[in-house]
């Protein structure tokens, strides 16, 4: 009689979570949950969810949500998709238990782990909050010398510049050697003293004011001296007919 009676509680029990899980499909399981119990939450999840576990006192909650909270990693398995709790310290987010993807805003991720401080070969990297390596600038070797000018021309001067300059392959990051000189200039002698390329028209009118300028300077000239003087403008015919020297110029000549 007593090993019926233990059957006998035991189907019941049996058909009681049956009955309750059943209605937890139909009414009481939340959004996400495919099934449900009143006393541990979500016991299975829907596809593209995922169960977390919560404790409370002695027991366990179960939630699905859409995406693991911070300090949780993604974790599958062949029947259920759940959040397993990363076990590195101020992390925010996992990617496997033990190695750190994202870590909380007052540390900088290295090598898996959450840091204070980095590396000397190290700096902190504020915008990404991780550990990047100390890099040094890096540039090419000189150009040649370029040719020699001045003002844009290589001619028509005695002395110019000539410049060279070399490119920068690798920048570099804070705490690092900075970039030297990429570009320097130094004096140099044209070769091209005078510039004979320039348009026949230009030379021209360089010729033509030339002779403006003497003309003017000529004439200025010829006033002064006619006011100085007077006698030459009277005997220019004297100065040009050499045959008015034989002619008497006063009186007592004459009379001889």
């Known amino acids: 009689m007593e090993i019926r009676r ?6 019941l029990l049996i058909i009681v979570l049956v009955i309750d899980a059943k ?20 016991l299975m999840c829907k596809p593209r969810y995922y169960l977390l576990l919560t404790r409370i006192g002695m ?43 994202r870590c909380l805003s007052t540390h900088f991720f290295y090598l898996g ?13 504020r915008k990404t909050g991780e550990c990047r390596r100390i890099v040094d600038c890096e540039v090419t070797d000189w150009s040649l010398w370029g040719p020699c000018g001045k003002n844009g021309q290589y001619c028509g001067y005695k ?23 990429i570009s320097e200039s130094r004096q140099c002698k044209l070769k091209r003293r005078f510039c004979s390329d320039t348009l026949p028209n230009e030379i021209e009118k360089n010729k033509h004011k030339g002779k ?24 220019r015919d004297r100065y040009l007919n050499p045959t008015l020297y034989q002619q008497p110029t006063e009186k007592w000549d004459i009379v001889r």
């Open 6 to 11: 233990i059957i006998l509680v035991f189907q």
């Open 59 to 101: 027991m366990q909650k179960g939630t699905c949500i859409r995406t693991c909270p911070s300090g949780h990693y993604n974790s599958h398995t062949k029947t259920i998709d759940k959040c397993d709790k990363c076990r590195v310290e101020n992390c925010d987010v996992c990617f496997s238990k033990n190695y750190c993807s």
């Open 212 to 235: 403006r300028k003497k003309g003017r300077k000529q004439r200025k000239h010829r006033k002064r001296n006619k006011q100085r003087d007077p006698e030459r403008r009277n005997n």
């Open 23 to 42: 209605r937890s499909k139909t009414n009481s399981c939340p959004k996400g949950c495919e099934s449900c119990s009143s006393f541990n939450g979500c």
């Open 159 to 181: 002395w110019g510049l000539q410049a060279r300059t070399r490119d920068i392959v690798v920048k570099p990051t804070p705490n690092g050697m900075p970039c030297p000189i």
């Open 113 to 125: 782990k959450c840091v204070t401080t980095c590396p000397r070969d190290h700096y902190a990297d």
